[in-house]
């Protein structure tokens, strides 16, 4: 039992079989979850990031925080010449020694998933797209659907997807969920051989409170998410160890609920080795060991990874190489 909810904090998988087949009985599931104890949160959070870990760990750590990086460039400035170098990166993270792990993915925009995928083709590393009207998702539904299936088809097989926090803060909670599993049905009828994971993004920095934060949370699962994800890193705050320990619960309480285990994504403002570690830290206590694993927790960043880099060869080398023996990103 956590300061914040309960081990189990949803409904049995039998009360899940109608949740969606109203408005009223979808609010009325979101507002019966467990109200979220901010201040045990946040304490709980805090107490988290204060542990400290041997040396042996810290590089074991490191290099799990590498594998389970989404590297990432969203920029409007993006061209396929930087594309194609951050796909190399993402290959060989650090090209004098190749025992350093690959990361777990490359996000990209729509259009540049025609770039990146045949860099990737065959390495294991995932090609994700942020489709549906990233960052905003403000466009029609059917524009949303087509951005989706045009990611796919250019092969992506991860796609980043972002709620109506418009529909979700006036508690048009249906409306939501059918968007979502609108995507995800999309995903699942676009035929392009294994089954693309959708992350949904919350835009936790809009939702106001951590009570929003978990029925948003449980709203994404029951519409079909693979992961549940923090934030687009265009609005601030974005990822926050309170809120991804929200969210960490409510995954560790799906999966109590419906046997089926959903994966976390902060993303945004996670810049350093330190913060990394205390995300691992995190979920190890709160979800467990199960999530300790790229299929189920990423961190989506652009400047951690050189970090990553530079105390993974301080570890192995005893110096600290400066920020600019990697390449930026």
Not at 61 to 66: N, T
Not at 253 to 260: I, L, N, S, V, Y
Request: hydrophobic share 45%; net charge neutral.
């Amino acid at each position: 039992m956590t300061a914040t909810a309960t081990r189990h904090g949803g409904p049995g998988t039998s009360d899940l079989s109608g949740v969606a087949r109203s408005e009223a009985a979808l609010r009325t599931f979101l507002h019966g979850l467990p109200g979220v104890d901010e201040v045990g949160a946040q304490g709980r959070a805090a107490m988290l990031s204060t542990r400290s870990i041997k040396t042996s760990a810290k590089a074991w750590a490191i290099d799990q925080a590498i594998g389970m990086i989404d590297l990432t460039t969203l920029e409007g400035a993006d061209t396929p010449g930087k594309v194609r170098a951050l796909c190399a990166k993402a290959l060989r993270p650090d090209p004098t020694d190749p025992s350093c792990p690959r990361v777990a993915a490359v996000c990209v925009y729509p259009a540049m998933v025609a770039v990146a995928a045949p860099v990737l083709a065959g390495s294991g590393v995932h090609l994700a797209s942020v489709a549906t009207a990233f960052p905003s998702g403000q466009a029609p539904l059917p524009v949303r659907l087509e951005d989706t299936r045009a990611a796919l088809a250019d092969g992506a097989d991860e796609i980043d997807m972002v709620i109506n926090r418009g529909a979700f803060l006036s508690g048009r909670y249906l409306e939501v969920f059918e968007e979502i599993a609108a995507v995800r049905q999309a995903i699942d009828e676009a035929g392009t051989g294994a089954r693309a994971h959708l992350k949904v993004i919350l835009e936790t920095g809009e939702l106001a409170t951590y009570d929003n934060v978990r029925r948003a949370s449980w709203l994404a699962m029951l519409a079909g998410a693979d992961f549940i994800k923090t934030s687009t890193g265009k609005v601030a705050p974005a990822a926050t160890l309170p809120v991804t320990l929200v969210m960490l619960e409510a995954v560790r309480d799906f999966r109590a609920a419906t046997g089926r285990q959903v994966g976390v994504k902060p993303a945004g403002g996670i810049r350093t080795s330190k913060d990394a570690i205390k995300y691992l830290v995190l979920v190890n206590e709160t979800a467990g060991e199960d999530w300790l694993h790229p299929d189920w927790f990423r961190s989506g960043a652009s400047s951690l990874l050189n970090d990553l880099l530079m105390q993974r060869t301080k570890l192995k080398t005893g110096r600290y190489e400066g920020p600019d023996y990697f390449t930026l990103d």
